[in-house]
């Protein structure tokens, strides 16, 4: 096995593997763990796809999830890719809050300029201009607050699913 992973930039971090063993034989694995009953984890798989939820008694909003894509590359080689990231849910809300800003940036931004050539007082549309980079900023390291409190949990996520590829 090989594995790859992406820098700590990354608000949803990536990973990639390569396993010598098939795509059913991996996808097996985690269809076995889940019809055992004793997984903690909350584990749906669909096809090549396979989504690893932490438990509901220790999940919260900043509670990572982890996707799992496993393609078959060759006879008996399988690649598995792994993201990351928060639940659908929060990952929505988050990018609509960027996209209400980038907006709201745009907008503003032609109603200084229109205001300005118009010659007339255009400081509320300036200063808005000016700070929404600061709320987006501000969104960012949020962001960035959120994976740090996720941090235990993504490992933990992470031993769960190499020790049932493993196996």
């Given at each position: ?5 992406n ?9 990639k593997?390569e ?11 985690f269809k ?58 929060v ?9 209400a ?10 109603m ?8 007339t007082?255009?400081?509320?549309a ?7 980079p600061?709320v987006w900023?501000?969104?960012?390291f ?12 993504m490992?933990?996520?992470?031993q769960?699913?190499?020790k049932?590829?493993n196996?």
């Open positions: 096995m090989t594995a790859k992973t820098s700590n930039i990354h608000l949803r971090p990536r990973f593997m396993f010598k063993e098939s795509d059913a034989v991996l996808i097996s694995k076995n763990k889940l019809n055992k009953g004793d997984c903690n984890y909350c584990v749906k798989v669909v096809d090549g796809h396979v989504v690893i939820d932490i438990p509901k008694e220790e999940n919260y909003f900043w509670s990572p999830q982890l996707n799992i894509e496993i393609e078959k590359v060759e006879d008996g080689k399988t690649i598995v890719k792994g993201l990351f990231g928060p639940k659908p849910t990952w929505t809300l988050f990018m609509f809050f960027h996209f800003v980038a907006v709201a940036f745009i907008g503003f931004s032609v200084a300029y229109v205001q300005w050539s118009l010659k007082d255009n400081s509320f300036l200063i808005m201009v000016l700070g929404l600061a900023i501000l969104m960012y949020l962001g960035r607050i959120g994976k740090s409190k996720g941090n235990q949990q490992d933990d996520l992470y769960f699913m190499m049932t590829l196996s």
